[in-house]
């Protein structure tokens, strides 16, 4: 029997690195504090931002909250906004950036919510559909719906980047 590897694409996390480090300047120089509330991603952001020495200067909390029990237990989420909206829609990941700053007391926090497959599909949500939410408090929040190709660790992977980066924008600009 042969066996053959076939490579699959690189996962890099020193690239989350270096966007958590510039992320972790930019909070630093304005005096923010940072918190996520993630889904599909189930804490790959927070891994990112831990992984940058002396983050707990500017990164308190984060919370996974994957299924719907823990979305409205944990962030306020309304049961009946899961039901009318899904999970994976900007509807929710609103709602839970908001309850994320709120039970942080962080300044800056995204929200992030998706169908990384290979199941969960629909005919409105493909696999690869993410919902992001950007709050800084006490301004609106911004959201996107976006679509990512790939496996399930790619579409997890391209998610925790745009979430950095999304940060780093909305950030930049205030």
Same mark, same amino acid.
Request: negative net charge.
């Given at each position: 029997?042969? =066996?053959? &590897?076939?490579?699959?694409?690189? %996962?890099?996390?020193?690239?989350?690195?270096?966007?958590?480090?510039?992320?972790?300047?930019? %909070?630093?120089?304005?005096?923010?504090?940072?918190?996520?509330?993630?889904?599909?991603?189930?804490?790959?952001?927070?891994?990112? &931002?831990?992984?940058?020495?002396? $983050?707990?200067?500017? =990164?308190?909390? $984060?919370?996974?909250?994957?299924?719907?029990?823990?979305?409205?237990?944990?962030?306020?989420?309304?049961?009946?906004? %899961?039901?009318?909206?899904?999970?994976?829609?900007?509807?929710?990941?609103?709602?839970?950036?908001?309850?994320?700053?709120?039970?942080?007391?962080?300044?800056?926090?995204?929200?992030?919510?998706?169908?990384?497959?290979?199941?969960?599909?629909?005919?409105?949500?493909?696999?690869?559909?993410?919902?992001?939410?950007?709050?800084?408090?006490?301004?609106?929040?911004?959201?996107?719906?976006?679509? =990512?190709?790939?496996?399930?660790?790619?579409?997890?992977?391209?998610?925790?980047?745009?979430?950095?980066?999304?940060?780093?924008?909305?950030?930049?600009?205030?």
């Amino acid at each position: 029997m042969r =066996f053959i &590897l076939i490579e699959g694409p690189i %996962l890099n996390q020193e690239k989350l690195e270096r966007i958590s480090s510039e992320l972790g300047e930019l %909070l630093k120089l304005k005096d923010y504090t940072f918190t996520c509330a993630e889904s599909c991603t189930g804490g790959w952001v927070g891994h990112a &931002l831990t992984s940058i020495p002396g $983050s707990s200067e500017w =990164f308190g909390s $984060s919370f996974v909250t994957y299924s719907y029990e823990a979305k409205t237990q944990i962030l306020g989420v309304s049961s009946e906004d %899961l039901d009318n909206f899904g999970a994976v829609s900007e509807e929710i990941v609103e709602h839970m950036v908001c309850g994320g700053l709120h039970k942080s007391g962080a300044n800056v926090g995204v929200a992030i919510s998706g169908i990384a497959g290979p199941a969960g599909a629909t005919d409105t949500k493909p696999v690869g559909t993410v919902c992001f939410a950007w709050k800084i408090d006490g301004q609106d929040v911004i959201t996107s719906t976006e679509y =990512f190709a790939g496996e399930r660790n790619e579409i997890r992977y391209s998610s925790v980047e745009r979430a950095l980066m999304g940060t780093i924008e909305l950030v930049k600009k205030n």
